[in-house]
């Protein structure tokens, strides 16, 4: 069995479902079937899930929302209508719509994930009306029915694990295809809950594990993984095969081809999962899995990502103190801000944290209880930070490698703010000011692509 994951990109309009239901019905084992909410179908469109956010956002402020509700509603009558099964989904896609904005908007967070996953609830309705038009046998099937419970965060729900059984359990009873809205669940007091934003890569990779499927299919808009961001390099270096390890890493440090919580469940599993190009089904893209047999080069990925900060404490003989780093997390901790990385000297500690985790409020509390609770002598904080990532399972076992990325971007008067290198020597990452992002990242490209 494989489990299919099409993305908004792939569902934009019925020329593009057309496609994926082709790609579904060309192999007998694709019998589980992710959709997303239609996306965008020129760059200057608005993706469906983002006109269901200002349709909320209307509603929680006060309005009455029927323009925006009308601009969810066009885009699924232009679908529909191309697909010739207007007649057959529009009555049930438009009292749905119409349920959900007239629900109690009181708790703004529970409202937003009830209208927002209406984008992929319906797409998958109609998706399965498809189908049925063609004379495939196809049903959908709704997460709350299948099992699909999830804790109790509106936004970012995580998975509870007894799903897997009960959704292994709802899908093999089901001999058709079976096609599943991805990006929310319910949790367990029946409410609506999404996964954060691009949450349905999680939801195919949730399934996949839940059915020991033989491969997991992530069809997107590229060919494959590249070894950098498109946009910043011309024709960049594709990527046959990555790790899950690898893949973690680069899409942490702003790859955006996979959500960065997607690989775990298959990860548990050991299910590969291959990224694919619905627009070119006949490439056989990336298999993500989790041993290496090839390796193109001594690294595999560059990337870079915005948006952070350090925290910097410094002491003299805090070496010497037993605990001493534990009690500055635990101040991070009771401050509810999370920490990314902990690069530290013998009388210094940085602390790295996404600058939205660390605003001036949280700062001014954590500053002042450093210097009252645990005597520090200095702390300073840089924000407008980035990182830059190198990745690559060859670079455990190749010397010099951190040292050749730092020396190729000191030639090219990139200053950097940081370097720190985790346990398992796949990567290693470099803080630099975040004009210097891109910059940082094609020089680095041209270090370990293009000699």
């Known amino acids: 069995m494989k489990v299919c994951k099409f993305g908004g990109s792939s569902l934009a309009n019925a020329e593009q479902?057309?496609?994926?239901?082709?790609?579904?019905?060309s192999d007998p084992d694709r019998r589980v079937m992710v959709v997303s909410a239609p996306g965008k179908r020129t760059r200057e469109d608005i993706k469906v899930t983002d006109l269901l956010i200002a349709l909320a956002n209307a509603r929680i402020s006060g309005y009455d929302g029927e323009v925006e509700k009308q601009a969810v509603l066009n885009r699924f009558e232009s679908i529909a209508q191309e697909l010739g099964i207007a007649a057959d989904v529009m009555p049930a896609i438009t009292e749905n719509i119409e349920s959900l904005m007239d629900q109690d908007?009181?708790?703004?967070?529970?409202?937003?994930d009830a209208l927002k996953a209406a984008g992929e609830d319906n797409c998958a309705r109609l998706v399965a009306a498809y189908f049925v038009k063609i004379?495939?046998?196809a049903q959908y099937l709704n997460?709350?029915?299948a099992g699909m419970l999830l804790t109790n965060e509106y936004g970012n729900a995580q998975l509870l694990p007894e799903s897997y059984e009960k959704l292994a359990d709802s899908i093999q009873k089901i001999p058709s295809i079976v096609i599943f809205p991805g990006f929310f669940g319910y949790s367990a007091d029946g409410d609506v809950v999404t996964f954060s934003r691009g949450g349905s890569d999680v939801t195919g990779s949730i399934l996949a594990a839940a059915l020991n499927a033989t491969v997991y299919e992530n069809w997107t808009d590229v060919d494959s993984v590249y070894s950098v961001n498109p946009a910043l390099v011309r024709n960049p270096h594709p990527v046959a095969e990555i790790t899950y390890d690898e893949m973690r890493e680069l899409a942490y440090a702003g790859f955006t081809v996979l959500h960065e919580e997607a690989l775990y469940p298959a990860y548990t599993k050991s299910i590969p999962v291959n990224i694919r190009n619905t627009n070119n089904p006949l490439a056989r893209g990336t298999m993500i899995v989790r041993n290496r047999v090839n390796?193109?080069?001594i690294v595999t990925g560059i990337a870079g990502a915005k948006g952070f900060c350090t925290l910097n404490i410094y002491k003299y003989l805090m070496n010497r103190e037993i605990g001493f780093a534990v009690k500055i997390l635990q101040i991070l901790a009771e401050e509810c801000i999370p920490f990314e990385h902990m690069p530290s000297g013998i009388d210094s500690i940085s602390i790295v944290m996404r600058i939205n985790a660390f605003p001036p409020e949280k700062e001014r509390i954590v500053v002042k209880r450093l210097q009252e609770e645990l005597g520090i002598e200095r702390v300073s904080t840089s924000r407008n930070l980035a990182i830059v990532m190198i990745v690559g399972e060859a670079m455990a076992r190749t010397v010099g490698v951190a040292a050749r990325a730092a020396t190729a971007l000191s030639k090219a008067g990139v200053n950097l703010e940081l370097i720190n290198q985790g346990a398992s020597e796949i990567s290693v990452m470099f803080g630099v000011r975040e004009e210097y992002c891109n910059y940082a990242v094609k020089e680095l490209y041209k270090e370990f692509f293009q000699r």
């Open 143 to 145: 997460p709350g029915e």
């Open 105 to 112: 908007c009181q708790n703004s967070l529970k409202y937003l």
């Open 295 to 297: 390796f193109d080069g």
């Open 135 to 137: 004379g495939r046998d």
């Open 17 to 25: 479902i057309r496609k994926v239901c082709d790609i579904m019905l």
